[in-house]
């Protein structure tokens, strides 16, 4: 059998190797290192040797390097109109009560504002996380779109398709930066200073993928006006190196002129003496995506405006905050602004722009334009979130070790649905999935992630499992007589339906030979053992169908996060409205079984509480943890199902398990308290043990005295 295998295995590899067409032969790594070293001098000596006013269409002035060429198609045309609406939205920050007053001492396009006006001050220092909306700009109506040809563009790389990735070709969606000036170079003139700025972008509207489109952007940052200005670069587009050319001032060109000229050198120096040689490229906005290498793709470039809107607390008291943030020595600090900005987008190559949503264009309800935490208050947020976890998962292993103290006894252990308990063991299993995953890929509270995922393996993997088997073991003669009924064929009726005279005669009892005993003793050994045996495999066997379960459910809601918006709402919508139904198999357990009681009330309103709060504070709360988009009708239906579900046990308890079920419905249940009758001979049946006997005992003594 293995070698028909080998032989087909051969003839595929040799089909592969052989009948190819034949294709020109790659360049060597030398030649694309060269050729890419050439292409970056180019850019330096752009960088160096340019002007302010270099690049204006109303002028016919042209840049000769690629992008940025007459020919070479690109939408330079809404440049000065992108330029006039980051003035406009500079402008609105002067106009607000509460201004940074050294913006209008330092920026031309500003003017005076007056004297009674209170000062605010802005983060000099933007490393933080910013969300918000985008919507469409009407500066792009009226434009054709750009046509380019690609193979003028990058006649060196071979694209697999024509066709652009991360075009947006939606009205809205939604937008987020990563900014990290950790470290960056810093250049100071009489104008302000500049800093170099690294962000990355994701981007998606309503047929997005996932989180939409990500990418790195690198560029400048103007601490002292509180304006950010980015791009792209490829092969095709000089992003960073064309970056002053992009600037609203002559002032901010000079500074971005300055500070490139440093970054660049030593980004260049640095890249030859590494081990990548001078083929890798630093500036790469898909640095993350192995794809690009081998199958390149023509995608939209990006020229990215932000304008960080000024706090509430003075320029002194926002300095202390900044320097203790970053290097924490234990002083008081106020509450920590949030970090707030506004965004303008354009995409020379794809033609549209972009600007996120917020006031004076929008309403207080349709955006606050980008708006989220500072990394180390970010950092303290997970911190907290991570600690408030792990008390929600110590008062759930509480509750439930109370609860397994409370079902201690078979016959209360009957009463608990196995199903209730593995559905909440599948949501313990599933965050002990996801915390550890996230421990092992980020350093951020690596010690208090470690803890955290150790309290959900112990939810899981000990006290719930625990209680599952113990619980499967005790209702197995309740399976094995379901399944005997469901397989029986004959139509014997129910013993409760005939009734068989009382038998009160001595029962014969035969004891086998002396012979026999050893014989009897090893069949009894035997069927101990394969009853052992049988419930091993079934524990072997609960084990692996629960992890089996677990882990495709994970592995599906990983890939649930490339699926695009709407559909993956609905999974997640369906994944959380299923899981919080665990009280729906204890509600019919109590129907089939019965009993009013199975479950303590402090473990149902617990649990309830416990587990519904990490959703409601991800559909509820913006801004949260994990930066989900809020959801409160979905929170609402969620809240409103457990409510039933307890409403459902309570009427149970009060009311009788089996209220509002009509008859037929449910099997007969057994009757722990029938009604006894004495003039009923024939009821020996449903009489206490030995009752009926002392009776007909104590009758026969009365007559044989009434005959002496």
């Not at 509270?445 to 088997?469: D, E, N």
């Not at 004959?490 to 035969?510: E, G, K, M």
Request: aromatic share 10%; hydrophobic share 40%.
């Amino acid at each position: 059998m293995e070698t028909p295998k080998v032989a087909l295995a051969i003839i595929v590899l040799i089909f592969f190797l052989f009948g190819l067409p034949d294709v020109e032969a790659p360049r060597s790594e030398d030649e694309k290192g060269d050729l890419s070293q050439v292409a970056k001098q180019q850019a330096i000596e752009l960088l160096n040797n340019t002007e302010y006013g270099g690049l204006d269409v109303e002028k016919h002035l042209w840049i000769n390097i690629t992008g940025l060429r007459q020919n070479d198609g690109y939408a330079w045309g809404l440049l000065p109109l992108v330029k006039q609406r980051v003035v406009e939205q500079f402008q609105t920050i002067l106009d607000m009560p509460i201004w940074p007053g050294n913006l209008a001492e330092t920026d031309s396009t500003s003017s005076n504002s007056s004297s009674g006006v209170r000062r605010s001050s802005i983060y000099q220092n933007i490393t933080g996380i910013v969300t918000g909306h985008w919507a469409q700009s009407n500066l792009a109506v009226g434009h054709s779109i750009p046509v380019m040809n690609l193979s003028n563009l990058a006649p060196d790389t071979i694209y697999n398709t024509k066709s652009y990735t991360r075009n947006i070709t939606g009205h809205s969606g939604s937008l987020q930066f990563k900014f990290d000036e950790k470290k960056s170079w810093v250049t100071t003139s009489g104008y302000g200073s500049a800093r170099e700025v690294h962000a990355s972008m994701a981007i998606k509207d309503q047929t997005s993928n996932g989180d939409g489109w990500k990418m790195d952007l690198y560029g400048v940052h103007f601490p002292r006006q509180g304006k950010v200005l980015l791009a792209t670069t490829s092969e095709r587009f000089p992003g960073i190196f064309a970056l002053p050319h992009f600037a609203i001032n002559k002032h901010e060109f000079s500074l971005a002129q300055s500070l490139l000229n440093q970054t660049v050198n030593a980004v260049l120096a640095q890249e030859a003496s590494s081990l990548n040689g001078p083929y890798f490229t630093p500036w790469a906005s898909s640095p993350e995506n192995p794809t690009e290498l081998f199958f390149p793709t023509p995608h939209c470039e990006y020229i990215v405006y932000l304008q960080q809107y000024p706090t509430i607390l003075p320029a002194s008291d926002l300095g202390t905050l900044e320097q203790e943030l970053r290097f924490p020595i234990g002083a008081p600090i106020p509450a920590v602004p949030a970090l707030r900005m506004s965004a303008l987008i354009f995409s020379p190559d794809c033609g549209f722009v972009i600007e996120s949503k917020g006031q004076p264009g929008y309403t207080s309800h349709g955006g606050s334009h980008l708006i989220g935490p500072k990394l180390e208050s970010y950092i303290h947020m997970v911190r907290r979130g991570i600690f408030a976890l792990a008390l929600i998962l110590c008062a759930e292993l509480f509750l439930l070790i109370r609860q397994m103290n409370e079902t201690s006894t078979p016959s209360t252990r009957s009463r608990v649905s196995f199903y209730m308990i593995a559905m909440m063991a599948f949501g313990d299993g599933i965050a002990f999935v996801g915390l550890a995953a996230f421990a092992i890929t980020n350093d951020v509270a690596f010690l208090p992630l470690i803890s955290t995922t150790f309290l959900s393996f112990l939810c899981v993997g000990v006290f719930g499992m625990k209680f599952m088997m113990e619980i499967w073991a005790v209702q197995a003669p309740e399976r094995l007589e379901r399944e005997r009924r469901n397989t029986s064929t004959d139509n014997i009726p129910s013993p409760n339906t005939a009734r068989r005279a009382l038998d009160t005669s001595p029962t014969t009892v035969i004891l086998p030979p002396d012979q026999d005993l050893a014989a009897d003793e090893t069949e009894n050994a035997t069927r101990i053992q394969r009853a052992r045996g049988s419930a091993q495999s079934e524990t072997s066997a609960i084990y692996s169908q629960f992890y089996f379960v677990l882990f495709g459910i994970s592995f599906l809601s990983l890939h649930a996060s490339t699926w695009p918006t709407t559909l993956r709402s609905i999974y997640t919508n369906s994944l959380a409205f299923c899981y919080l139904s665990f009280w729906v198999p204890q509600i019919h357990r109590n129907i089939i079984r019965n009993c009013r009681q199975a479950l303590r009330w402090e473990f149902v309103v617990g649990q309830s509480i416990l587990r519904l709060t990490p959703l409601v504070y991800l559909y509820t709360v913006e801004g949260n943890v994990l930066f989900v988009e809020v959801d409160r009708y979905s929170a609402i239906a969620l809240i409103g199902w457990i409510w039933i579900q307890i409403w459902a046990l309570i009427s149970q308890e009060v009311l009788g398990p089996r209220f509002c079920i009509p008859n037929g419905w449910a099997p007969p249940a057994y009757d722990y308290h029938p009604i006894l009758r004495e003039d009923d001979p024939e009821a020996g049946s449903s009489m206490p043990i030995g009752f009926t006997v002392a009776e007909s005992s104590s009758s026969a003594s009365t007559i044989g005295t009434s005959n002496d």
